[in-house]
């Protein structure tokens, strides 16, 4: 099985970078507000402005979110290594239960993840637009404007190279299997403390109604530090 965490790892890396340099876009284009804002300028475009940057601030609290989700991806991280090293003893069956709950998690963070990007892309492109339509207004911020959306433009074709990996490939652990694992006749011995496990440690609701789904009884959502946005 292709290593979980490494891959966590990677993207998690990816996005951090990409949300970063969302917060440096919005930081840049709030310092234009208190200019355009002069009632010898376009009040029209100001409220444009502000209205698309504030939209980014929403997108932005999807970051935590995707950070937590991948609290989930390395929790099933060490379950795998666990059931790769003997520790961990199933049943055929809980093996196949949670080999279709990895994959459902996975696609479920996937999809926060794409949507996300999507979303972030369409915002960026929409202030890309009124920030070249600011610039032909005499302002105090002319210079800023290049460095601005040239700013825009690399991230958008960032966030386009991203979301595309995902469309053509996928997440590589849809293809894999569970490791080979001890399995016992009836019940699990020791599946109860996997579940167990997990529901300690997915931090996004979405993930504990999926558990619980495959493992029913097993996890309640919206324990305490689980975050109920999805």
Not at 202 to 213: A, G, S
Request: hydrophobic content about 35%.
């Amino acid at each position: 099985m292709i290593n979980l965490g490494t891959y966590r790892k990677e993207l998690s890396s990816d996005l951090c970078s990409i949300f970063e340099n969302v917060r440096q876009i919005a930081d840049i284009c709030c310092e234009f507000s208190p200019d355009i804002c002069t009632k010898d300028k376009d009040p029209g475009l100001s409220v444009r402005l502000r209205g698309e940057v504030h939209q980014l601030a929403v997108v932005l609290q999807y970051e935590d979110i995707i950070n937590q989700s991948f609290i989930s991806f390395d929790a099933i991280s060490e379950e795998v290594k666990r059931i790769s090293s003997g520790k961990t003893v199933m049943s055929f069956e809980e093996h196949e239960k949670l080999s279709c709950m990895i994959k459902a998690v996975v696609e479920s963070t996937v999809s926060l993840i794409t949507g996300s990007l999507e979303n972030i892309d369409s915002r960026l492109g929409k202030l890309g637009d009124i920030v070249a339509e600011y610039r032909t207004i005499s302002n105090n911020h002319f210079e800023t404007f290049p460095d601005c959306i040239k700013m825009i433009s690399d991230l958008r074709a960032r966030l386009n190279m991203l979301i595309t990996r995902f469309d053509k490939d996928g997440v590589p652990v849809f293809s894999e299997e569970m490791p080979v694992c001890n399995y016992v006749n009836g019940p699990g011995k020791r599946k109860s403390s996997v579940v167990k496990r997990l529901s300690k440690s997915f931090r996004v609701v979405e993930h504990k109604q999926i558990l619980n789904c495959f493992f029913p009884g097993e996890s309640c959502p919206g324990e305490a530090g689980v975050l109920e946005i999805f």
